[in-house]
């Protein structure tokens, strides 16, 4: 028995524990999110009095874009005047005194108001804001079973976000499918990179293991291509020091918010940001310069070496193997 409580304490303990102080609260991030990153076991409560009429009409017509009234966007949007989206579980211990606070998600006024002083007369989809409810907060409160991050998604689709987001993890993908086309033809070929001075002949050698020209297409709305990095056509992959940092394909242009689709010598791809792809293309100067510079002394002492001959001197290195060698006996 005593075991059994002793558990329990500790439980409650644990729970005590993970909530945040408000001070930790109010020092950390504001969390906004769009209806598609609403946690899939959160549901809609109604707190507060059960219709915030006045309240809820006067938001809706700073959002309303030029759709009807009565359109289900802006039924949708009324509706969520006054709703918090919960985790079931974490509520309820917070009615019963069991936690301190829960993390809750509600429409966010602010950057919806401004999407909608944008002018292109659309009613805005929802954004949401973290909030943190207590039990003093909470008086009277209802259920919304209707109002469901689904239900929200099918009426107003996807925010310019979120498909922006589809477009780059498509991207990702097609750069993935073409990294591993290099990779199989390097394994065909001595593990030796395409010998190529252009994108296109790349295309063309690496064709035969994909036949699919479409996953060297960026859906950068900005345009570009995937390039792929000719200062390493044709050389071992073995000779590079940092594959994991030496770019091997990337975004022409970079997209509308900085970011860029990258592939590395390793085989390994993702997506970078504008301060990343910065040091990625810093490294790769510093990069080409080392092999140009090494590529240069590799060719004059080939230049030496011939002159030596042709001049009928002994090869460098004969003279000194002549004097390591034991005299003979006499």
């Not at 209806?35 to 809820?56: C, H, I, N, Y």
């Not at 949401?128 to 107003?156: D, N």
């Not at 394994?187 to 690496?206: E, L, Y």
Request: net charge positive.
């Amino acid at each position: 028995m005593r075991a059994a409580c002793l558990l329990c304490l500790l439980l409650l303990a644990a729970v005590s524990v993970a909530q945040p102080s408000p001070a930790e609260v109010l020092r950390g991030p504001l969390n906004r999110i769009d209806a598609s990153q609403l946690p899939e076991k959160f549901r809609a409560v109604l707190l507060g009095q059960a219709e915030p009429a006045s309240l809820g009409v006067f938001y809706v017509a700073t959002f309303l874009g030029s759709g009807s009234p009565e359109s289900e966007q802006v039924l949708l949007l009324y509706s969520l005047v006054g709703t918090s989206f919960v985790d079931p579980d974490e509520f309820a211990e917070l009615l019963e005194g069991k936690r301190a606070r829960v993390r809750s998600f509600a429409l966010d006024v602010v950057r919806m108001t401004r999407l909608s002083r944008k002018g292109t007369g659309e009613t805005p989809a929802p954004f949401f804001v973290e909030t943190w409810l207590e039990k003093g907060q909470i008086g009277q409160w209802s259920p919304r079973p209707r109002v469901t991050r689904e239900a929200i998604l099918k009426v107003f689709g996807r925010s310019k976000e979120q498909e922006a987001d589809a477009d780059i993890n498509k991207t990702l993908s097609n750069v993935k499918q073409a990294s591993l086309a290099i990779a199989i033809y390097c394994a065909d070929s001595d593990d030796v990179f395409p010998s190529a001075d252009s994108t296109a002949k790349v295309q063309q050698q690496t064709f035969p293991y994909t036949k699919n020209q479409n996953i060297w297409k960026s859906l950068n709305p900005e345009g570009g291509r995937i390039l792929y990095n000719t200062s390493v056509s044709g050389t071992s992959v073995s000779m590079l020091e940092r594959p994991a940092e030496t770019l091997l394909l990337w975004d022409e242009k970079p997209w509308p918010d900085g970011r860029r689709v990258v592939a590395f010598a390793d085989g390994h791809a993702k997506i970078v940001d504008g301060q990343d792809w910065g040091a990625l293309w810093n490294g790769e100067r510093k990069r080409r310069i080392r092999a140009r510079a090494e590529a240069i002394a590799a060719a004059e002492k080939k230049k030496r070496k011939v002159r030596r001959v042709l001049l009928g001197a002994p090869p460098m290195g004969f003279l000194d193997s002549q004097a390591r060698r034991p005299a003979p006996h006499r």
